[in-house]
């Protein structure tokens, strides 16, 4: 497993995720408020005495002296009645009644009061809105079309990934490092003459040496020679494509839009590894479930150094430079494709 790859069953790694903050979020207990209810409290009021409710307003209690201009209500003070019927409008100085807010209902009378209806000349309030009614236009959510784009677009599941930039540019990778996103450069390729390259680890431990003086190239790898066309051949039934096996199991190199995907083969469209050049120079993203494979990241990296050398592969094709944003796809790897 590579050093990489994220920690699990509690194992420290300064890579993983940090776990959610268990000081915020969450549903907290409220604490007990004055005059509420608590079981097994003495009751705030003698047993056996009675509650009497007082009537919150005094009877037949005349007005006050009103102010100058006011005029004396010729309506009965019944209790919270409306005016008889037959009465005209009110004075000019009591003005009509007022309209509640729009987008707000109109409460319900409290008991008691009368519901009849109003003298000609008063103002009805509008009807309260329904409940059940949709909600204010306002407050409606937004169609697709006004929607950002990127808000239309399925969201992909996040998962635990390392970026490895190349030093230098596309036509330096025989001769470049491999910087991590934390400033180290845990490999190395080397290609002091046209005739060899090497890769090797960030201690010296040799990965991979490649021997380019031959019309198929040869490599050795975890220590068995091999030829390059038959590490990483071309698709039989997609000329555009290079696989390779790794511990029994297949991948495929695959191209979408100025982009190179590594996938398993029983697992379309499941990246496992991506390789992009948004700026002219070589990056590889690998994700987990490549980086907990031992082996798997180094021979991620091998096969872009590889495909992105410019030299002859041994299969009528040769690795040529990743080409910048804007180049055709149907280019953009000349390892990856036959003549």
């Given amino acids: 497993m590579s050093n990489y790859a994220e920690k699990k ?63 004396q209500s010729p309506y009965s003070q019944n209790q919270y009645g409306a005016p008889p019927q037959g009465y005209g409008a009110p004075p000019q100085s009591y003005g009509t009644a007022l309209s509640p807010p729009q987008g707000y209902g109109s409460a319900p009378p409290p008991q008691g009061y009368s519901t009849a209806p109003l003298p000609q000349g008063y103002n009805a309030a509008p009807p309260p809105q329904s409940y059940n009614s949709a909600p204010l236009q306002a407050h409606s959510a937004p169609s697709s079309q006004q929607q950002p784009a990127y808000l239309q677009q399925p969201q992909s599941e996040k998962r635990h990934s390392v970026v490895f930039k190349f030093s230098g540019t596309n036509a330096t990778i025989l001769n470049s490092q491999v910087n991590d996103p934390w400033g180290k450069s845990p490999f190395h390729v080397s290609t002091p003459n046209k005739k060899a390259t090497s890769f090797r680890a960030a201690d010296g431990a040799v990965i991979a040496l490649v021997d380019w003086d031959h019309s198929s190239p040869v490599m050795e790898f975890r220590g068995k020679k091999i030829k390059i066309k038959e590490w990483l051949p071309l698709k039989k039934d997609d000329k555009t494509s290079r696989t390779f096996v790794h511990e029994g199991k297949h991948y495929d190199w695959i191209t979408r839009e100025q982009t190179v995907y590594l996938e398993p083969s029983d697992r379309p469209g499941h990246h496992i590894a991506i390789w992009r050049d948004p700026t002219g120079v070589t990056e590889l993203e690998v994700f987990q479930e490549a980086l907990v494979t031992a082996g798997m990241l180094e021979a991620c990296l091998l096969a872009v150094v590889l495909m992105q050398s410019g030299n002859s592969l041994g299969d009528g094709s040769s690795g040529s430079y990743y080409p910048s944003v804007g180049i055709a796809i149907g280019t953009v790897i000349g390892g990856l494709l036959s003549h």
């Fill in 9 to 71: 069953d509690g194992w420290p790694s300064q890579y993983a995720s940090p776990p959610p903050n268990p000081g915020y979020g969450g549903y907290q207990q409220p604490q007990q408020q004055y005059g509420q209810y608590q079981p097994n409290a003495p009751s705030q009021y003698p047993q056996g005495a009675s509650y009497t409710q007082s009537a919150p307003y005094s009877q037949d209690v005349p007005y006050q002296q009103l102010p100058p201009g006011y005029q």
